[in-house]
C-alpha cells in the first residue's frame, strides 16, 4: 500500500484514536497468565497486538474477540501455559518479543521467537544480556537477530540490573522473568521510562515496589483477573495533535487519550515550542490517567529539547520531526540514540526524508538537527517503519506538492484506519495499491 498526498488543508473535528499498544500487549500477557477471565476493553486490534494475542492462543490460552476492541482473556495462571507446536511469529511486534522473551525464559519448554523481516533485523541483545545474567539459556542469529531459541527448564534467579539505557522494554523483560526467578528482581533506569508494565502487573494483584529509583519484585506471587479498559495511544494521537499545531486554522479534540506522565513527552516537547493545547476531561481509568486534549493551530518555533524528555516521546519524534520542520527557527535533538534500533534506524530514515523534500537536516550520532522552513513534495520511503509512514503523511498539511509515501502497509501494525480518519479530519490522502 502507498499514500498519496495532496498539499495544504486543515484538521478539524472530534475523534478517538486507536487503543494504546504497550497496554493492548500487555493485557493480553498478563491476563493469560492471571487466575480468572479478564476482560479488556479499547483493545488496539492492529497486527502488533494481535500477533502477541495469537502467540497466547498457540501456547493454550482461550482469547475471545467480541468486536469493536472488546477482548476476552480467559487465564491459566503463570505456570499454566502449553509448548507452542511451532514458532510463535511476533510479526512486525518488537514489544511483543522482547517482553515475551522474558516470560519464555521462565517457562518448563523450549520456545522459538520469530518474527517478519523487519522484526528479525532488530537487535535483541538488549534483552538477551539480562536474561542469561538470571541464568537463562538463549540463542540468537548474528548480532542478536532474531529468531531466538529460548530453552525451557532452566531455573532462574534474581538479578538487580542497571539498565544500560532507558528502556521500558528491557526494564519489563527483566520484571516478567523475575515472576519466574528464584528471590527478588530489581532494576535502576538511568531516566524514567513508560511504567505501564508496573501499573498493571499491581492492577493484578502482584505487589511492584518502586523505592529510590529501584524497580523490583518478588516471586512466588500470583496475578488475578480483572477488567481492563484501555485509553486512546498518546503515540498514535501525536500524528494529530501536531497535524493540527502546524496547519492554519486547525482545530481539534481528541478524546479519552491516556496520559501516562512516563508518555507526555510530546505534550510538553509542543507546548515548549509554543501548540496551543489544553487537557480538559482528566480522570482515572483503571490506575491510569486520560484525558481530553484540546489543540488549535498556532506558530511553532524551534527549541533544543530537553534531554529529559527524550525517554517520554521517543516513539512520537517522527512526528515531532515534521513539527520541527515547520517551526522557525532550529530544532535540537540529542540523547536519542534510541531512535537508531526501532522499526527502522529512525534518525536517518527521517533525515532522508526531510531531504527529500527539501528540508536542511544534520544528522548527528544521538540526534538531529533541523532548521524549519518551506516543505516541497516527493517520494519518501518508509523503510518498513509505520510511524515514519504516518509522519511523511502529516507533512502534507505544509508541503507546497504532493508527497507520495511509499510502502505503508505496516501502518496497520499499530494504527489500524490510519487514513480513513485522517481524511474525516481533513487530511488529502488517497491509499491505493502499490
Known sequence: MEFLLKPGGTISGEARVPGDKSMSHRSIMLGALAEG???VKGFLEGEDALATLGAFQAMGVEIERRGEGEVVVHGVGLHGLKAPTEPLDLGNAGTGMRLMAGL?????????LTGDASLCSRPMGRVITPLQKMGAEIESEEGGRPP????GGRSLRGIHY???MASAQVKSCTLLAGLYAEGRTSVTEPAPTRDHTERMLRGFGYQVK????VISLESGGRLVAGDIDVPADISSAAFFLVAAAIAPGSDLLLTHVGINPTRVGVLNILTLMGADITLKNEREVGGEPVADIYIRYAPLKGIEIPEDQVPLAIDEFPVLFIAAACAEGRTVLRGAEELRVKESDRLAAMA???????VKSELLDDGIVIDGGTMGGGKIRTHMDHRIAMAFSIAALRAEEEIHVLDCDHVATSFPGFDALARGLGLQITAQAD
Open 37 to 39: 477471565t479478564t476482560h
Open 104 to 112: 519464555m525464559a521462565g517457562q518448563p519448554f523450549d520456545t522459538v
Open 148 to 151: 531466538l531459541r529460548i530453552k
Open 162 to 164: 542497571d539498565l544500560p
Open 210 to 213: 518502586c523505592e529510590n529509583e
Open 352 to 358: 532522508e526524508g526531510l531531504d527529500t523534500l527539501g
